[in-house]
C-alpha cells in the first residue's frame, strides 16, 4: 500500500481542523447534517446522472484503487524480463511456458503465452497495445468521475448556501438569530469546496498518476517481449529497457560507478 493518499487528505483535513481550533470556532458549527447531506449526496447523484451505471461500480472499485494502489518498481519488471530472456536464449522461447504459473503480473504472463504459442511479432504488438490503449481509456472514465464530483461539488455548496439565504430572509423579524442562520448558510459552500479540493480532485490526480505508472509498466512489458522473441541478448534488454525509466539506470553503468 502506497500511503501517500490517505497521508495528504488526513493531513490536509488536520490543517484544516487547526485553523478551526486557532480561530476559537466549535467544529459542531460546521459539522450541520443538512448541508453535508446535500453536498454530498447531490453532488454523487448528479455524477451519476451524467455518465452510465457502469461507470459508477468502476468509480466504487477506483476508489480504493486510489488509497491502496502501489504501483511495481520499474527495477523489478526489467529484472523479471531479463531473467526470462536469459532463460528463453539459453533454452529456447519453449521453454517460457515453464515460467507461467511463476509469472504475477497477468499481461507480462498472456504475452508470453503468446510468444510460446508461436504469435506473430506484429500481431504480438497491435494485440498488446490494443489491451494497453484500453485500459487507458477505463482509467481515464475512472478518473473522470471523481475530477467530475470535484467540479460539481462547489457549485452544489452554492445552491445550498441560496436555500439557508432564503430561509434566513424569511425570517428576519427576528434579528438576534440573523447571525448564527448566515453562519450556519456558508456551512454548505464550504462543504462543497472542501470535499471537491480534499477528496474528489485528489483522488481523479490519483488515479491518472497510478494509471500512468501502469501503462509505463506495460509498455516495459511489450518492449521486453518483442526484444526477448527476436532473440535479444540479456545485457542489451536490460540497458534498453532501463533506458525507457527516467529514473533508472543500466545494471552496468551502476556497476560502473
Given at each position: 500500500m502506497d500511503p501517500a493518499s490517505l497521508i495528504g487528505?488526513?493531513?490536509?483535513?488536520?490543517?484544516?481542523?487547526?485553523?478551526?481550533?486557532?480561530?476559537?470556532?466549535?467544529?459542531?458549527?460546521?459539522?450541520?447534517?443538512?448541508?453535508?447531506?446535500?453536498?454530498?449526496?447531490?453532488?454523487i447523484f448528479v455524477t451519476v446522472a451524467g455518465g452510465t451505471l457502469q461507470d459508477a461500480k468502476r468509480a466504487v472499485l477506483g476508489l480504493g484503487k486510489a488509497l491502496r494502489g502501489r504501483p511495481t518498481p520499474p527495477r523489478r519488471t526489467i529484472d523479471s524480463l531479463v531473467d526470462l530472456a536469459h532463460k528463453a536464449r539459453d533454452q529456447g522461447l519453449l521453454s517460457l511456458e515453464a515460467e507461467l504459473e511463476d509469472v504475477d503480473d497477468p499481461f507480462l504472463r498472456d504475452a508470453l503465452q503468446s510468444i510460446v504459442d508461436g504469435a506473430d511479432s506484429e500481431d504480438l504488438r497491435v494485440t498488446l497495445e490494443d489491451r494497453v490503449a484500453t485500459k487507458a481509456a477505463l482509467d481515464r472514465q475512472q478518473a473522470k468521475f471523481y475530477s467530475d464530483m470535484g467540479g460539481y461539488a462547489p457549485t452544489i455548496g452554492i445552491v445550498g448556501t441560496v436555500v439557508s439565504l432564503v430561509h434566513v430572509l424569511e425570517n428576519l423579524?427576528?434579528?438576534a438569530s440573523l447571525g448564527p442562520s448566515i453562519a450556519a448558510a456558508f456551512v454548505a459552500t464550504l462543504w462543497g469546496v472542501m470535499t471537491a479540493n480534499f477528496m474528489w480532485l485528489p483522488v481523479a490526480n490519483r488515479l491518472k498518476r497510478l494509471s500512468g505508472l501502469e501503462v509505463d509498466q506495460m509498455n516495459l512489458v511489450i518492449e521486453g517481449a518483442l526484444a526477448m522473441q527476436s532473440g535479444c541478448?540479456?545485457?542489451?534488454?536490460?540497458?534498453?529497457?532501463?533506458?525507457?525509466?527516467?529514473?533508472?539506470?543500466?545494471?552496468?553503468?551502476?556497476?560502473?560507478?
Open positions: 487528505i488526513l493531513l490536509a483535513f488536520g490543517a484544516l481542523y487547526g485553523m478551526i481550533t486557532l480561530e476559537g470556532t466549535h467544529l459542531s458549527a460546521l459539522l450541520l447534517p443538512a448541508p453535508i447531506l446535500l453536498v454530498l449526496g447531490a453532488t423579524a427576528d434579528p541478448q540479456p545485457r542489451v534488454l536490460d540497458e534498453r529497457l532501463s533506458a525507457l525509466v527516467p529514473a533508472e539506470k543500466p545494471k552496468s553503468v551502476k556497476a560502473a560507478a
